[in-house]
């Protein structure tokens, strides 16, 4: 079934460590799930870190264009209506004001070969929430599963500070 942002985040919330603190990691698609789960301050939410991902549409302008394709009919029939609606949510997301609101520590991984976002997400982070952390990890959108010793390497030197 296809869901929003929204109820993304409520489904993600219900399942959120009650009894230990914790961080998120979210990458691509779920980092605005993870910056407003972050923006309602969790009590023991104690890390946010987001991969290769974005605050508003994250398109490159010129496949912006494309965004209008991912509409019915098209898109008419499981799983493509799943892959439309999630097209359309990061089409329209924009978590500029939530990340503002964030209040622990927040590290951005950036890809520095991300030939599917648009560029100015670490500075858009950096606008909402100038003590965002940045690292650049040589590698692809997906930089988490590319370069998974590089990115685990950024993330311990991010929790060994900002504990």
Do not use: N
């Amino acid at each position: 079934m296809p869901r929003d942002y929204d109820h993304l985040v409520d489904w993600v919330v219900a399942r959120l460590p009650t009894d230990r603190p914790f961080a998120l990691l979210a990458e691509s698609f779920s980092g605005p799930i993870a910056i407003k789960i972050a923006a309602r301050r969790p009590v023991l939410l104690t890390h946010l870190v987001l991969a290769a991902t974005f605050l508003r549409s994250p398109l490159k302008a010129r496949l912006a264009l494309f965004g209008a394709l991912a509409r019915p009919p098209l898109f008419a029939r499981p799983p493509p209506s799943v892959a439309a609606a999630r097209a359309r949510a990061a089409l329209d997301a924009d978590e500029r004001a939530p990340l503002s609101s964030v209040t622990v520590p927040t590290l951005m991984l950036s890809a520095t070969r991300d030939r599917l976002l648009r560029p100015g997400q670490t500075e858009a982070a950096l606008a909402s929430r100038p003590s965002t952390r940045i690292a650049s990890v040589d590698g692809p959108h997906l930089v988490l599963q590319r370069r998974p010793r590089e990115c685990l390497a950024e993330i311990d030197r991010f929790l060994a500070v900002a504990s």
